[in-house]
């Protein structure tokens, strides 16, 4: 399944890593209730499978769990196993492309160069994770859909509040957010609510939501 219908519905990724797992109910609704309700739960975090499994059971089918990391076939099985309705890898690991591919998974996998978007697009994937986004140039999303007009990428890695706005006009169909989400005083200090208004606020700043769901910059 490619990702891209459900990037263009939900341009903003929410990213669990190292979120402690005893909030982890608390805090994913926070971000849901400020608007977001797409997830990636790291693999290589405290417990992330066991974040999966509570998401999953929390939200059923309101939310989009993924799980991230995702490097090895092993740890891909585990993740579905959990309830991951979808993967990341931070690179294009063969192993995994091709157990994706050959499942239909959806998977983001994780590009940098063209090479690397090459090897995606022989296993079928067309929209891509580009990571990390943030040590790029202006302009290179834009190059790599010249040959690859096909394509389309999510940028992740280094996604703050305050370039948020420039990867959607570099031309990005969405962007994951880790730390940058919620300030880190307001989950350390369980302020759920303003944590949300911190989100709705974000959010109603850079971009807005259509009835289609595509992201448009404010006027």
């Known amino acids: 399944m ?3 219908p459900v990037i263009s519905e939900n341009p903003v990724l929410a990213i669990f890593r190292n979120v ?28 992330g499978i066991g974040q999966i499994k509570t998401l999953r059971e929390h939200f059923g089918d309101r939310c989009m769990i993924g799980a991230g990391t995702a490097i090895t076939v092993e740890s891909a099985r585990a993740a579905l196993d959990a309830g991951a309705q979808f993967l990341l890898t931070p690179g294009t690991p063969r192993d995994v492309l091709e157990y994706c591919a050959a499942n239909d998974i959806a998977l983001l996998p994780g590009v940098l160069t063209p090479s690397d978007v090459a090897v995606s697009l022989q296993y079928g994937f067309k929209t ?23 394509t ?19 031309g990005y169909a969405g962007v994951g957010m880790a730390g940058g989400l919620m300030p ?21 700043s850079i971009h807005v939501y259509d009835k289609k769901g595509i992201c448009h910059e404010d006027s």
Request: proline share 7%.
């Open 152 to 170: 389309d990428y999510i940028a992740i890695g280094g996604v703050s509040p305050s370039n948020i706005g420039q990867f959607f006009e570099e």
């Open 20 to 47: 402690p797992p005893e909030l982890t109910v608390d805090y994913a609704e926070s971000v849901v209730k400020g608007g977001i309700s797409f997830f990636e739960i790291a693999l290589n975090s405290t417990d």
């Open 2 to 4: 490619d990702m891209y």
């Open 184 to 204: 880190e005083e307001m989950v350390k200090n369980e302020k759920w609510e303003e944590g949300a208004a911190y989100i709705r606020s974000l959010l109603d």
């Open 128 to 150: 891509m994770k580009l990571f990390p986004a943030r040590s790029v140039p202006p302009g290179y999303v834009k190059a790599l859909k010249g040959p690859y007009d096909d």
